[in-house]
């Protein structure tokens, strides 16, 4: 995924089928300049943590 279309999912009011290493992801936030975006699981929405925004797949 690229970095616009990962910070339009995370300011979609409709949830995105989202997945990062097989588990189904929240973007909480894209910061545009490292590419880099804030997730959590859905099952375990404490668990925040920053990944590349490349690694994220968008499931249609």
């Given at each position: 995924?690229?970095?616009l279309r990962a910070k339009?999912?995370?300011?979609?009011?409709d949830m995105k089928h989202v997945t990062y290493?097989?588990?189904q992801i929240?973007?909480?936030?894209?910061?545009?300049?490292?590419?880099?975006?804030?997730i959590f699981?859905?099952?375990e929405p404490g668990n925040e943590f920053d990944?590349?925004?490349d690694q994220l797949i968008e499931h249609h």
């Open positions: 995924m690229n970095t339009e999912i995370s300011q979609s009011p290493l097989d588990q929240y973007i909480q936030h894209v910061d545009e300049q490292n590419a880099t975006a804030r699981p859905l099952h990944v590349n925004v």
